[in-house]
């Protein structure tokens, strides 16, 4: 089961490297451990930007 404590560090990591980059973080701006568990943690690519508030969702 995943904590609402790994859900929050993995939006933390997107929402960090998105401030430090100055754009949304792609997939290889992280190293392969973090990239896994922000993809275990909140799905996949698109989903985890969403879930991070940094891209809007595609469902209205």
């Known amino acids: 089961m995943i904590t609402e404590e790994k859900k929050q560090w993995a939006t933390e990591q997107l929402r960090e490297k998105n401030n430090e980059l100055g754009r949304l973080?792609?997939?290889?701006?992280?190293?392969?451990?973090t990239l896994s568990r922000i993809k275990a943690f909140l799905g996949p690519?698109?989903?985890?930007?969403?879930?991070?508030?940094?891209?809007?969702s595609r469902k209205k």
């Open 25 to 33: 973080p792609k997939k290889d701006d992280f190293d392969v451990v």
């Open 45 to 56: 690519w698109p989903r985890a930007l969403e879930a991070a508030k940094l891209k809007e």
